[in-house]
Each structure stands twice: as structure tokens, then as C-alpha cells.
């Protein structure tokens, strides 16, 4: 289920934050991702960068790294006043980690499909073009999803990367 969607204050400061956490993966290396999460009252509890170059690990993106940490350290119940927030929308890996996480709200820079037109065919990022909305509305849980926010901005930190793999 998706919850009808609604911005809130600190949206895009936090959101930046994500955007700047994508750019100090891209410079120790690792694809242009970053994600942070913050809980009920708006402190940041975590972040996390992409860790698919550095670590060799595919499946090392920024929210799904991000959803592992979460997951080990907070309970359902609290994680469901969470939202997580990241540069670029969760593709389907990355929103099925947050579903079974059990973080209540996702707030996205770039769309998953301007992501797609902006990387193309490149090995590194197959990017698919499915929406986190619609992953969230095949479960059971109600995750609420605010965006594509800051397109412009969260897309500043991919110039040149794709085209220099």
C-alpha cells in the first residue's frame, strides 16, 4: 500500500543531506548514492554511500546499506516513524529492503526513470525503470513516498560519472 503523500518542513534539508552523502561516495570512489535516516523527533540516526565500487558488492547500495543498519539496530515499531531519505529513488532491491525494514516513510531525490534516461545502458547501473510506488503498493505495509524533490540538484552529483566508467 502507498499512503497519499504530503511534504513536510525539512524535506529538502534533509534531502540535501542525502545529496551530500551521494557526493562523498562518488569521491572515494563508489557510484553517486547516498541515503540517511531520520527518526521521529529529526534527528539523523544513520547514513550510508553506496559501497558498490569500493566493496565490490552489486547489491551495495546506499539504502539497501542503509536498511541493514536500521534494521539491526531499531525495532519495527520505532522504524515506522523513520523516513529515510536519498538522493535517488529507491529502485526495487532498495524498496523491498525498506518495506521488510519496516521504515514508514521514503523521501526521494531524481525518479528512478530520470535516472535511467540520464545513466542509459551502463553495465555498472542497469537502472530499471519501476517505480518504488508501485513495489510498496504489491505489500501489506503502508509506506508513504514523497517525490522525485530536487531532481536538478540530486542529478548534479552523476555529471560525467557514467560517461567515465
Known sequence: MTAATGIRENDE???RLSIDVARR?????????????VGPDGAVLLEAMNTCG???DRTGHAERNLMTAASKKYD?????GCTMYTSAE???????????????????????????????????NLTM?????TVFASGQRCVEVVGPLL?????????????GL
Open 90 to 124: 529507491p529502485c526495487a532491491m532498495c524498496a523491498g529492503s525498506v518495506y521488510w525494514t519496516g521504515v514508514g516513510r521514503v523521501v526521494h531525490g531524481m525518479s528512478e526513470k530520470a535516472l535511467k534516461d540520464l545513466i542509459g545502458p551502463d553495465p555498472e
Open 13 to 15: 534539508t534533509y534531502l
Open 151 to 163: 531532481e536538478k540538484e540530486s542529478a548534479v552529483v552523476h555529471e560525467g560519472f557514467w560517461t
Open 76 to 80: 519495527v515499531e520505532f522504524l515506522r
Open 129 to 133: 525503470d519501476l517505480p518504488c510506488r
Open 54 to 56: 569500493t566493496e565490490g
Open 25 to 37: 561516495s562518488r569521491e572515494r570512489g563508489d557510484h553517486p548514492f547516498g541515503a540517511i535516516l
